[in-house]
């Protein structure tokens, strides 16, 4: 079969057509396509802010229980004289308390200044500074136990965090003028403590 011009004359306008169909069609599925993807992003996008508002949501609410849990024991802490500033005067009023209930023949102390303290091995303190007054105790004592009980007390009756260090004792011979003292009023061991009071300071506490 043969085409003659006044056959390509007829057929131009369908194959123009045709070929604007393709192009019609071509931009169409590409629109279409481009939508598609647009619409894909902006799906992922809403699903992303939803879950970080989701998250964002959930660590409100354990915030919030975190801070009702954590807010009782940090009142405690103050209450026990942990936290806040150093407790000098607390601490001597409670030591001479104990020296009225004669735990021992006699004793007597000495607090030095606050500093900072560095706990070793070192640890995450968070959001307080950690601060140590050493504290030195000598001892007159009729025997060990005594000195286990004044510690125990000293825990338990004064409001604060004493860390034991460690002690030394020394026996003492018998003096002649001992000889007509009764035995429980008599002194046998000397020792000598070392410790001190651990205070806790929060860093964004008004001064």
């Known amino acids: 079969m043969k085409f003659s011009s006044s056959d390509f004359q007829l057929m131009r306008w369908s194959i123009m057509a045709i070929s604007a169909s393709v192009i019609l069609s071509?931009?169409?599925l590409y629109a279409s396509q481009q939508y598609a993807?647009?619409?894909?992003?902006?799906?992922?996008?809403?699903q992303n802010t939803m879950n970080d508002a989701r998250n964002r949501l959930a660590r409100a609410h354990q915030d919030q229980e975190d801070l009702a849990a954590y807010s009782k024991d940090y009142r405690i802490l103050e209450d026990r004289k942990i936290i806040g500033d150093d407790h000098r005067l607390d601490w001597m009023?409670?030591?001479?308390?104990?020296?009225?209930?004669?735990?021992?023949?006699?004793?007597?102390y000495s607090i030095a200044p606050q500093k900072n303290y560095t706990?070793?091995?070192?640890?995450?303190?968070?959001?307080?500074?950690?601060?140590?007054?050493?504290?030195?105790?000598?001892?007159?004592l009729l025997?060990?136990?005594?000195?286990?009980?004044?510690?125990?007390?000293?825990?338990?009756?004064?409001?604060?965090q004493y860390q034991f260090e460690g002690c030394t004792m020394q026996r003492t011979p018998a003096r002649d003028e001992d000889v007509n003292?009764?035995?429980?009023?008599?002194?046998?061991?000397?020792?000598?403590?070392?410790?001190g009071w651990i205070t806790l300071k929060n860093r964004n506490a008004q001064p």
């Open 26 to 28: 071509s931009i169409i």
């Open 37 to 46: 993807d647009h619409a894909q992003k902006d799906f992922r996008a809403a």
């Open 93 to 108: 009023e409670g030591l001479d308390k104990l020296r009225q209930q004669n735990l021992v023949i006699d004793f007597s």
């Open 119 to 140: 706990p070793q091995p070192a640890i995450d303190s968070g959001n307080f500074d950690i601060h140590y007054s050493e504290m030195k105790l000598q001892f007159d």
């Open 143 to 160: 025997h060990e136990g005594q000195l286990l009980n004044f510690f125990n007390a000293l825990r338990n009756q004064i409001y604060g």
């Open 181 to 195: 003292v009764a035995l429980s009023t008599a002194t046998h061991i000397k020792a000598e403590c070392s410790g």
